[in-house]
């Protein structure tokens, strides 16, 4: 109990009162701890990264540790060895519009259905279940839509307004925006390769096909309208052709 009862003092008293949270209220509703924690915070080299599930942030993060400690890095290390928002002091928050701030999304429909072959198909296949796409999309619709970053909308994820970010690269044009972050970052254009991390690619580019019809492709325009909207991504389906990732290119 004590543990639930100190979860609920950081989500709604302990987090929200920090400097940062106090001059970029979350709003989001996606608990304030899960989304506070996906914030990459370097004030030596002067980035801020708000880092979104199934968008490619294992990628991202690995490159930035490799900036940082010049040594390869696991992912799962990587996304905890940088400061979240809550841990800034006053005077660092006061500093934080001369850092570099950035986030990399992904097309709705290719980051939905990425998130339910790894995080919903994958477990009912161990456990000898079977839970359609368009049930997970259902559960969604019922109320969990915000239940689980991997599948939150982007938008509900952000630490601060999307028209204040720096840069808002995506996963489909990673193969630019990664080495545009980096020179940022640098100060000159890297001179090192992309390095993309495929541990949880799980081919969704490749399947919108076999996984969308018009019911299913409808309730992700309606849960994810504010993604849409926010990334200015197209409501049509995308085909396969327009998704780089996920075939051996950074963002899988």
Same mark, same amino acid.
């Given at each position: 109990?004590?543990?639930?009862?100190?979860?609920?003092?950081?989500?709604?008293?302990?987090?929200?009162?920090?400097? $940062?949270y106090?001059?970029?209220?979350?709003?989001?509703?996606?608990?304030i701890?899960?989304?506070?924690?996906?914030?990459?915070?370097?004030?030596?080299?002067?980035?801020?990264?708000?880092?979104?599930?199934?968008?490619?942030?294992?990628?991202?993060?690995?490159?930035?540790?490799?900036?940082?400690?010049?040594?390869?890095?696991?992912?799962?290390?990587?996304?905890?060895?940088?400061?979240?928002?809550?841990?800034?002091?006053?005077?660092?928050?006061?500093?934080?519009?001369?850092?570099? *701030?950035?986030?990399?999304?992904?097309?709705?429909?290719?980051?939905?259905?990425?998130?339910?072959?790894?995080?919903?198909?994958?477990?009912?296949?161990?456990?000898?279940?079977?839970?359609?796409?368009?049930?997970?999309?259902?559960?969604?619709?019922?109320?969990?839509?915000?239940?689980?970053?991997?599948?939150?909308?982007?938008?509900?994820?952000?630490?601060?307004?999307?028209?204040?970010?720096?840069?808002?690269?995506?996963?489909?044009?990673?193969?630019?925006?990664?080495? $545009?972050?980096?020179?940022?970052?640098?100060?000159?254009?890297?001179?090192?390769?992309?390095?993309?991390?495929?541990?949880?690619? *799980?081919?969704?580019?490749?399947?919108?096909?076999?996984?969308?019809?018009?019911?299913?492709?409808?309730?992700?325009?309606?849960?994810?309208?504010?993604?849409?909207?926010? $990334?200015?991504?197209?409501e049509?389906?995308?085909?396969?052709?327009?998704?780089?990732?996920?075939?051996?290119?950074?963002?899988?």
């Amino acid at each position: 109990m004590n543990r639930a009862f100190n979860k609920i003092i950081r989500n709604r008293i302990t987090i929200p009162l920090t400097p $940062f949270y106090r001059q970029f209220p979350y709003k989001g509703k996606v608990s304030i701890n899960s989304a506070d924690s996906r914030g990459c915070v370097d004030t030596e080299l002067g980035f801020f990264y708000n880092r979104i599930p199934k968008a490619a942030n294992s990628t991202v993060v690995t490159n930035l540790a490799r900036l940082k400690f010049d040594r390869e890095i696991p992912p799962k290390t990587a996304k905890k060895m940088f400061r979240t928002p809550s841990a800034l002091y006053a005077k660092e928050v006061s500093q934080f519009s001369s850092l570099f *701030t950035f986030t990399v999304v992904r097309n709705p429909y290719t980051r939905t259905l990425s998130a339910y072959l790894d995080k919903v198909e994958r477990r009912a296949l161990k456990n000898n279940k079977e839970t359609s796409f368009r049930d997970f999309l259902q559960s969604l619709e019922d109320g969990e839509l915000y239940s689980n970053a991997h599948w939150a909308p982007q938008s509900a994820l952000l630490l601060m307004p999307a028209d204040q970010f720096d840069f808002i690269g995506k996963v489909e044009t990673l193969e630019t925006d990664l080495p $545009f972050i980096k020179e940022k970052i640098q100060g000159k254009c890297p001179e090192e390769p992309i390095r993309s991390i495929l541990s949880n690619a *799980t081919g969704a580019s490749r399947k919108l096909q076999a996984y969308y019809d018009d019911q299913t492709a409808e309730m992700v325009r309606n849960l994810y309208r504010s993604d849409f909207e926010t $990334f200015a991504y197209p409501e049509q389906l995308p085909l396969p052709a327009d998704n780089p990732s996920e075939t051996g290119k950074p963002g899988s």
